[in-house]
């Protein structure tokens, strides 16, 4: 597959997902639906490891990455599901948009990386004053925002940290060994939040938007858009891969209102636009300053 066809899948799907979330919670339990959705891609991706002769790893190493991986499959994505009962499938995804400065974060205090430039800093300041902004714009609906905002929150800290966890593990394993490993292992976990969360199946009520909504999500979200994300990011610069976080969240925002009447208002384009801005400073601002020596902001005193 050409990388521009792979860029593009990885946006359509990663773009299309939190929707997918939406619909498919919306007559089936969200923690059966959750379930399902990973059952299906261990399910399909079983076969095609042995069809393309790829060997789960089952090394010490390798064990931790899954460990690490299942934060973000298993906690994470429940509390992701957890949150679509009560916020926008646009919103979910604006709050991810943060998950790129968050991991950062994460990684000055697990990997040792280099502290925030103050350019680094203005970012995280624009982004996370973006997402306030949409949070209290939508507060003023109801209070149900509140427990959806909540939740989305743990599961994009569960994913930026579960990001950084795998990179601190030093082993080269391929992207369908990773995927398959920390699905293997999430999986009793999926079974026990249904089990206690829920506990019931009621077949009878699904619809067959949300049954196909799992569908496309254990297929192409849990599967394809993992393997295509790696092969992009094999095959393009970081910053190049970076633009796929910040499209992501202005094409699932008008997927939302369009597809799925989702509520629309200025508090929300100004918010998103806060925080897409914020992603593209955080990624690209060091780079151009340095381009532009002249608009460089003052260094940071030490008093402050």
Request: proline content about 5%; some cysteine; glycine content about 8%.
């Amino acid at each position: 597959m050409p990388v521009s066809a792979a860029f593009v899948l990885v946006i359509i799907i990663w773009s299309t997902t939190p929707l997918g979330i939406v619909w498919s919670s919306e007559s089936i339990p969200p923690t059966l639906s959750l379930f399902m959705r990973m059952a299906i891609a261990v399910v399909l991706g079983l076969p095609l490891m042995k069809l393309l002769g790829i060997k789960l790893d089952w090394r010490p190493k390798a064990i931790r990455v899954y460990l690490y991986s299942s934060l973000s499959l298993a906690i994470g994505m429940l509390f992701c599901y957890l949150a679509a009962r009560h916020i926008s499938s646009g919103l979910m995804s604006l709050s991810f948009g943060i998950a790129p400065i968050l991991s950062g974060l994460f990684a000055q205090q697990i990997l040792n990386e280099a502290r925030f430039t103050p350019i680094k800093m203005i970012a995280l300041t624009i982004a996370l004053g973006g997402l306030t902004l949409v949070c209290m714009d939508n507060l003023s609906v109801g209070e149900s925002s509140l427990i959806g905002f909540a939740c989305i929150s743990v599961g994009v800290i569960m994913f930026s940290l579960s990001g950084v966890l795998v990179k601190s593990v030093d082993i080269d394993l391929h992207p369908l060994s990773t995927t398959m490993g920390s699905l293997i292992l999430s999986m009793p976990m999926f079974v026990l939040f249904w089990y206690v969360m829920d506990g019931q199946i009621n077949y009878e009520q699904w619809q067959p938007k949300a049954i196909a909504a799992v569908i496309y999500l254990g297929i192409f979200a849990s599967l394809i858009g993992f393997l295509a994300y790696f092969y992009v990011l094999k095959n393009l610069l970081a910053s190049s891969v970076a633009l796929i976080v910040m499209v992501t969240p202005v094409v699932s925002t008008g997927l939302g209102v369009w597809l799925n009447d989702e509520r629309f208002s200025m508090g929300l384009v100004i918010g998103g636009l806060f925080v897409i801005v914020g992603l593209g400073f955080f990624q690209f601002g060091d780079k151009w300053f340095r381009r532009n020596k002249s608009f460089a902001p003052l260094p940071i005193s030490k008093n402050l």
